[in-house]
């Protein structure tokens, strides 16, 4: 496999998070020591250093911005919350825009409190997306839904397959609606391959794969779900076969390790990043 080494690494992207300990100038800087190119951004400290100096600073560093985390929570029923989130996400694609990324990544809303309707969720979704995908278009941005694991259907995201977030993606042009694969939130599921094979869709312009992103699964999970996400390589996830079949399906996008997990932020930024790299040799590539 080594023949495919330089390719799969010239394509690696270091999600902010992963670093968290790492403020923006560190992490343009370690990654481009680094010789990773791609980054991928969180708005709250985007927003707090400066959109225009944050898509500044990366520019400089020689770096691209392959995702902005994130958009979405769409599913409040009360209409002045689903007013205040579309307007939120219609910020948040304008700063997708100034940073020169064509990926917004959505999470699409848990359950609204005291509701157990799941399918009515999804259809705010639906609507939102509808509602966004013109105004996403006209700033060369995508919106990018992302399915999580199960366990957040009910306070984060009511999309928990790939399947689920298809259905919902495909109504709507390829260009302006895709899905993110994320391997920590999928790696379960037994039809996720086809999935894939399915929003590869005919490749090209065709294709709904706009985000594939890396993160371990490693039990026992830690005490909350949330920064439970483990290091390539410690846990279950077969990472080569995600990537195989992205690939398969036609993605040749940016490789992007996203992992929460606070061993990692205790750690010296640089020498995680230097991990990383060695990981994604050994499970990845």
Same mark, same amino acid.
Request: net charge negative; hydrophobic share 45%.
């Given at each position: 496999?080594?023949?495919?080494? /330089? +390719?799969?690494?010239?394509? $690696? +992207? $270091?999600?902010?998070?992963? %670093?968290?300990?790492?403020?923006? =100038?560190? $992490?343009?800087?370690?990654?481009?020591?680094? !010789? %990773?190119?791609?980054? !991928?951004?969180?708005?709250? =400290?985007?927003?707090? #250093?400066g959109v225009a100096a944050a898509a500044r600073l990366i520019r400089d560093a020689g770096l691209r911005v392959t995702s902005l985390c994130r958009g979405g929570f769409f599913t409040a029923a009360d =209409?002045?919350?689903?007013?205040?989130?579309? *307007?939120?996400?219609?910020?948040?694609?304008?700063?997708?825009?100034?940073?020169? &990324?064509?990926?917004?990544?959505?999470?699409? !809303?848990?359950?609204?409190?005291g509701s157990r309707d799941l399918p009515g969720a999804r259809e705010r979704v639906a609507d939102a997306l509808g509602e966004l995908a013109p105004y996403a278009a006209e700033r060369g941005v995508r919106l990018a839904l992302e399915p999580l694991h199960p366990m957040y259907a009910a306070d984060r995201? %009511?999309? +928990? &397959? $790939?399947?689920?977030a298809l259905d919902l993606a495909?109504?709507? /042009?390829? *260009?302006?609606?895709?899905?993110?694969?994320? &391997?920590?939130?999928?790696?379960? *599921?037994?039809?996720?391959?086809?999935?894939i094979g399915r929003a590869g869709g005919a490749g090209g312009a065709g294709s709904r794969l706009a985000a594939f992103q890396l993160a371990d699964w490693v039990t026992p999970l830690p005490e909350g779900v949330l920064l439970g996400r483990?290091?390539?390589?410690? !846990? +279950? %996830?077969?990472?080569?076969? #995600?990537?195989?079949?992205?690939?398969?399906a036609g993605?040749?996008? =940016?490789?992007?390790?996203?992992? #929460?997990? /606070?061993?990692?932020?205790?750690? *010296?930024?640089?020498?995680?990043?230097?991990?990383?790299v060695q990981r994604v040799r050994t499970h990845v590539v």
């Open positions: 496999m080594s023949h495919n080494t /330089p +390719s799969l690494l010239d394509r $690696l +992207s $270091l999600n902010q998070e992963t %670093v968290r300990q790492w403020s923006l =100038p560190e $992490l343009a800087d370690g990654c481009a020591r680094a !010789g %990773v190119r791609g980054v !991928g951004l969180w708005r709250a =400290p985007v927003q707090q #250093f =209409p002045v919350e689903r007013a205040a989130a579309l *307007d939120d996400n219609r910020a948040a694609l304008d700063e997708a825009a100034a940073l020169g &990324t064509d990926t917004l990544v959505l999470v699409s !809303g848990g359950l609204p409190p995201c %009511v999309v +928990s &397959t $790939l399947a689920q495909e109504r709507f /042009p390829a *260009d302006r609606v895709g899905v993110v694969v994320d &391997t920590y939130h999928l790696w379960w *599921d037994d039809t996720v391959g086809a999935q483990g290091q390539l390589g410690d !846990g +279950s %996830v077969d990472l080569r076969w #995600f990537r195989e079949r992205v690939e398969t993605y040749r996008g =940016p490789v992007e390790v996203e992992i #929460f997990n /606070p061993a990692l932020w205790a750690r *010296d930024g640089a020498e995680v990043l230097a991990e990383i």
